[in-house]
């Protein structure tokens, strides 16, 4: 169970957070930055991100509590959000959810400090990522050991995000373009078949299908 756990919540972080895309975006925005402020910025931003993922890991499902939402309910939204991010990766399409939209990057470009915006919010802590911290913690049904699965997997992820913009510039010239669109591909069917995973789930766990043959 908890091997099928962290399985699960490494996939769908590489899938939401993207390490290579924010590599990508990265080395972009701080072409003309020095080495030592580009280090810097890294490992910022990806604190900052670190700390608002955390606090929705802790508070997401006692907010949805405070709300009324429904597990089964949080699963099938969830899974709908997961399913249109891996769509956009399988078509190597940018979107919103988890990466900066061209308003955003123009406005970034203009920034002496992007650790913050756009780094550390919407590149590493979107709301692709968001959504699935939440929905993987509240999966766990508050199991602890599992929890603490999630929540490595998560600083896992983000650490390797820090070391994919660190080697950013060596990253872009290894894979290229067509490289980093295969591998976004790649995961976006697999996040695609986790997120109808999540949502049969929560159709099923809801009791709307009760009855039925």
Do not use: W, Y
């Amino acid at each position: 169970m908890m091997l099928e756990t962290a399985t699960v919540a490494l996939a769908t972080f590489f899938a939401t957070i993207g390490p290579l895309d924010v590599a990508a975006v990265f080395a972009a925005l701080t072409a003309n930055i020095s080495p030592a402020r580009r280090r810097q910025m890294a490992v910022r931003g990806s604190l900052i991100a670190s700390g608002v993922l955390l606090l929705f890991a802790f508070t997401g499902e006692m907010l949805l509590n405070l709300l009324g939402i429904s597990l089964p309910a949080l699963r099938t939204a969830g899974g709908i959000l997961l399913l249109l991010i891996g769509i956009d990766m399988v078509f190597a399409r940018t979107s919103g959810s988890t990466s900066t939209t061209e308003e955003e990057t123009e406005e970034a470009r203009a920034k002496q400090d992007i650790s913050v915006f756009p780094l550390a919010t919407p590149l590493i802590a979107g709301p692709g990522a968001m959504g699935a911290v939440v929905l993987l913690m509240a999966n766990t049904e508050g199991n602890l050991a599992l929890q603490a699965v999630v929540v490595g997997s998560l600083i896992a992820m983000i650490a390797f995000t820090l070391a994919m913009m660190m080697l950013s510039g060596q990253i872009d010239r290894l894979f290229g373009v067509t490289g980093m669109h295969v591998i976004t591909r790649i995961m976006g069917v697999l996040l695609a078949a986790l997120a109808v995973q999540f949502i049969f789930d929560g159709i099923a766990a809801s009791g709307l299908l009760s009855g039925t043959a």
